[in-house]
């Protein structure tokens, strides 16, 4: 499966790098849910962070923009 880097934009996750799926386009995933942005979640289920697809950054990665937080698993 391929990869694409996106920056997140916003949110608990501002700034954060990661690689995700991309699909088949090469893109990421129109909406993306980030549970624990420091990579280290805890022994009990957080909130769920939305992220939705922005643009490309020019150099191959793409941007998802914050959305909303949630209660865990109501974005799913």
């Known amino acids: 499966m391929d990869e694409v880097t996106v920056r997140f ?3 608990p996750a501002d700034g954060l790098v990661r690689a995700v799926p991309a699909e088949s386009d090469g893109a990421p995933p129109r909406r993306w849910i980030m549970r624990h942005p420091g990579g280290t979640g805890p022994t009990q289920p957080g909130p769920d962070h939305l992220y939705e697809r922005d643009q490309p950054d020019g150099h191959g990665g ?3 923009r914050f959305v909303r ?3 865990y698993g109501v974005s799913e």
């Open 69 to 71: 937080t949630d209660a």
């Open 9 to 11: 934009v916003g949110g």
């Open 62 to 64: 793409w941007s998802m």
